[in-house]
């Protein structure tokens, strides 16, 4: 298993998506976004790293995905793979993407 690490360090673009959807929908959802970021995202250039987080209640789910920089996040969306991707995650979730930068990272002594 592969852990992956937040670097408050790097010099990375970090984009946090969050699907809302129905309870029902939460495991086609989380099928689609694991097989879609195996398949596509990561095989691109400026790909770092991506993680999905479900919420227990199964009406969330969490997308955090790092790319080198914000030029690398617009070449990805403009995929019309990226696009027909999205296309489908919409018909079962509203999806809300927004962009962050790592400031702090704490860790256990």
């Known amino acids: 298993m592969t852990i992956l690490s937040i670097d408050d360090t790097a010099t990375v673009t970090t ?3 969050t699907f809302d959807a129905e309870p029902e ?10 097989t879609n970021a195996a398949a596509l995202p990561s095989k691109q250039d400026g790909f770092v790293s991506c993680s999905i987080h479900v919420r227990d209640d199964g009406t ?22 990226i696009r027909r991707h999205v ?21 256990a002594a």
């Open 15 to 17: 984009l946090v998506s």
């Open 25 to 34: 929908h939460q495991a086609q959802l989380v099928d689609l976004l694991t």
């Open 60 to 81: 969330h789910v969490v997308n955090y995905a790092q790319r080198h920089d914000q030029d690398a996040i617009a070449a990805m969306m403009a995929s019309p793979l």
């Open 87 to 107: 296309e489908q995650v919409r018909l079962i979730a509203a999806v809300h993407p927004e962009h962050y930068t790592v400031r702090l990272v704490c860790r």
